[in-house]
């Protein structure tokens, strides 16, 4: 039994933790002046948000746009400095690592781009732009050009394709040559944000069936980011629910899409069609009024009370908690109630 098959049969409430997040902050900040600039304001991208990852799983982070999904996704990978919080890989802290230690970090966390024509350099041939991890590191002496030969049949592709422009490639076959890419180091954890959104129906099935044969012959992590809950549903052991800068409900993906607790969770999940027409048409709709507030100005109190059908005085004075309410697992409402929705 190979190292990733034995790993694949451990249960995932077993698995160690790979990625701790704990209070984690990012504010932008807003300045004014041309001679003599003065911070004026920020923008609250991300508000001590708190979360792990156990190793072989995959946890979906969701939300709308403006919520933080992509910001916690670089803020995870050091491609931005948190403004407070940590995070840790393995135990290790890295969220003050720096030079060779932050370089020796990132071969454990790759990423998984959205736009698969603008996230690979068309003056590159394939091979390179698989083959730029390893001659980074200075793997590409140890049989560099087999490694990408077998890491691009590995994601369907063809290996005597090698010598071609991403140009020549259709988007799910440039989707395919990002995700052979994020694999030659063979990284502990992905980052997939928002991998299949610019993609056909059809195409979209096919790479997420690739993503889950991936991660179950090399024992990969995800973090996958999307907006679509349908196709978090088909990926994800767990889901994180994101709301300007906050994850107000947390937990397994079976049981928050059966009965999700916090209002803005049930929207969402509401939202999600259902292809049994008969159940669709007697299933309960939650339509949000107005749009997600500024993250430069949030509200006070719960910041979803805005657009909530629930909140009352107490949800403009405190601010909920993260923590389980009797439901199973952790949500921020102080109204938090469960309600079917999806049979």
Request: net charge neutral.
């Amino acid at each position: 039994m190979s190292v990733a098959t034995e790993a694949a049969a451990v249960p995932q409430r077993s698995r160690q933790e790979l990625v701790r997040v704990t209070d984690l902050v990012k504010h932008f900040p807003i300045t004014r002046g041309v001679i003599i600039r003065q911070q004026v304001g920020a923008v609250h991208a991300v508000d001590g948000i708190s979360f792990t990852i156990r190793k072989g799983e995959t946890l979906g982070l969701v939300g709308e746009s403006g919520s933080g999904k992509s910001t916690t996704a670089r803020l995870l990978l050091r491609l931005l400095d948190p403004t407070s919080g940590q995070v840790e890989l393995e135990g290790q802290d890295i969220t003050t690592a720096a030079g060779s230690q932050l370089r020796e970090v990132r071969q454990e966390m790759q990423m998984i781009f959205q736009d698969p024509y603008a996230s690979l350099d068309p003056r590159m041939t394939v091979r390179d732009i698989v083959g730029e991890p390893l001659m980074v590191w200075n793997r590409w002496r140890n049989g560099g050009a087999m490694q990408v030969a077998e890491l691009l049949e590995r994601v369907g592709l063809n290996p005597d394709h090698a010598s071609r422009f991403p140009h020549e490639f259709s988007g799910g076959q440039r989707q395919r040559i990002g995700i052979a890419r994020a694999l030659a180091l063979r990284p502990k954890l992905i980052v997939c944000d928002e991998p299949v959104s610019a993609l056909d129906v059809s195409v979209r099935a096919q790479i997420l069936n690739l993503l889950a044969n991936l991660q179950r012959d090399f024992d990969l992590t995800y973090l996958f980011i999307s907006h679509d809950l349908s196709v978090v549903r088909q990926v994800a052991d767990r889901v994180a629910v994101m709301y300007l800068g906050k994850v107000v409900e947390i937990g397994d993906r079976d049981e928050l899409y059966r009965r999700p607790v916090h209002p803005y969770t049930q929207a969402l999940v509401s939202a999600v069609p259902i292809p049994d027409p008969t159940k669709e048409r007697k299933r309960e709709h939650i339509v949000l009024g107005g749009d997600i507030p500024s993250p430069v100005n949030p509200p006070s109190g719960c910041r979803f009370r805005t657009r909530c059908f629930k909140a009352q005085d107490v949800c403009a004075e405190q601010e909920p908690e993260l923590v389980d309410r009797g439901h199973g697992h952790p949500s921020a409402c102080h109204f938090a109630e469960p309600m079917e929705l999806i049979p």
